[in-house]
Nanobody, 127 residues
Framework: QLQLVESGGGVVQPGGSLRLSCTIS???????AGWFRQAPGKEREGVSC????????KYVDSVKDRFTISRDNARRIVYLEMSNLKPEDTAIYFC?????????????????????WGQGTQVTVSS
């Protein structure tokens, strides 16, 4: 059973930046990983996903060119660099891993296929 712990959330002004980290308890070198978010009153939505080898990444349209996902398998950390943040980016951000595949699940940005989740970190974008 993997344990995932997110960190790096906080309060930032519009246009600002944050880097989220997800530290994972076990070997993730053969698992795809992703970031999701959930705003109050809304369903959880996929933000970005990265293949185990980092050779492929996916982003939802609303964060393209603003967010960058990366990973360090040796350190067992998955990152989400967020820039030009907007108020609509306010949400709890979760990281997740799929132990079923090296590739992002085909239904991403749906959460289907991800089987290990962290507890989340709050990101608030407000002036």
């Amino acid at each position: 059973q993997l344990q995932l712990v997110e960190s790096g959330g906080g309060v930032v002004q519009p246009g600002g930046s944050l880097r989220l980290s997800c530290t994972i308890s076990g070997d993730i070198s053969v698992y795809a990983a992703g970031w999701f978010r959930q705003a109050p009153g809304k369903e959880r939505e996929g933000v970005s996903c990265i293949r185990s080898s980092s050779s492929s990444t996916k982003y939802v349209d609303s964060v393209k060119d603003r967010f960058t996902i990366s990973r360090d398998n040796a350190r067992r950390i998955v990152y989400l660099e967020m820039s030009n943040l907007k108020p609509e980016d306010t949400a709890i951000y979760f990281c997740a891993v799929t132990r079923r595949s090296t590739a992002c699940p085909p239904l991403f940005p749906e959460p289907i296929g991800f089987d290990s989740w962290g507890q989340g970190t709050q990101v608030t974008v407000s002036s």
